[in-house]
């Protein structure tokens, strides 16, 4: 069902509104356009892309949404849609994602450093299209691993580490940037999906073995599993929020994510002190926290502020966009890969939707674990 509304404005040139039953969630969902000039939506089609024509090109609108109207409605940015003609179609929503995925929808984003952290040097913040993209709501949870990996052990395929979790439904992690790569692909044939990660650049030797002497290509077009980009990564981590440290907005506490408090280093950081009680346990080896305890973000993803860091799929490298601005993926080559989110034995800085970290990709970690995504 879907239903439109004009709405005046004196301060945004716009506004038509859609508001979508939300299946999974059984709420509304509402949409509008800001830009700077008057738009209108000419049609919601039943797959949750919009058709909408007066836009000016060259220039960039807003989607923004919210969950209701009351009082004016408490819009959030959604995503940024740069045009280069009047009329455009734009996928907004997923009514039937892949199992356990969300829609992370095309568009454009500030990636990297926007509001100065002065501790932040390694991201200076530039534009980045990316396009549309699912990705897992959840960190992949040792349950799954173990379902994969099962099935990889009996078709062919060798791991480094065979993965650690506190529980079934807690984030794998003690996994290298290899065996993800690897499990990813195991996961696309258990799914009957094209692998995306191959050992020759002819893409036709499916990378099931090997680790740290191993070249690792990617073919971007195959519909299989696969770990997130850098650029991919911050776009979902940031939820359509522009201008925030973190995925719900620029504090952060334990009640929103599972990282080590330390309220007198960081001024964002509201604690409190320590380990997550919640899930500390004196001598405890890990203090990770059950995948999607915490509230999602505006992409409806959980954890992508703690609990556990997740391997990227780019050589760690500065500056952003390489080789491109447009779905950047990264340097050619290197020594470490890029982790991104932060994780339960990290402060807040490290949760920080800018922050970077990096890694040597033939070492497994205990804070270190993956989720994964899909094309459209």
Known sequence: ?????????????????????????????????????????????????????????????????????????????????????????????????????????AGSFTMGN????????????????????????????????????????????????????????HPVCYVDWYDCVKWSNARSAQAGLTPVYYTDAGMTQVFTNGDNSTTVYANWGANGYRLPTEAEWEKAARGGLSGQRFPLGNIINENLADYYGATGIYSY?????????????IYAYLCTSPVGYFAPNGYGLNDMAGNMSEWCWDWYGTPYGQPTNTNPTGPATGSVHAVRGGDWYDMANAARCANRLHYNPAYPFTTVGFRCVRGR
């Open 269 to 281: 950081d509201k604690g409190p002190d320590g380990y997550n009680a919640a899930f500390y346990t």
């Open 1 to 105: 069902m879907s239903m439109k509304t004009k709405l005046p404005s004196l301060f945004i040139a716009l506004a038509l509104l859609a508001v979508v039953p939300a299946a999974a969630a059984q709420t509304a969902q509402f949409f509008r356009l800001v830009g700077p000039t008057a738009v209108t939506i000419t049609k919601f089609r039943a797959d949750g892309s919009i058709i909408w024509s007066g836009a000016t090109p060259g220039t960039t609108y807003t989607v923004q949404t919210a969950t209701s109207l009351a009082g004016g409605g408490n819009w959030a940015n959604y995503v940024q849609l740069s045009v280069t003609q009047a009329v455009n179609t734009n996928l907004l929503i997923a009514f039937n994602p892949p199992a356990g995925m969300a829609l992370i929808p």
């Open 114 to 169: 926007s509001i100065g952290d002065s501790d932040i040097t390694d991201a200076n913040p530039t534009n980045v299209y990316v396009s549309g993209f699912f990705m897992d709501v959840n960190l992949v949870s040792s349950n799954q691993w173990a379902g994969v990996y099962s099935y990889a052990l009996n078709h062919g395929y060798t791991f480094a580490n065979a993965g650690l979790g506190k529980a079934a439904n």
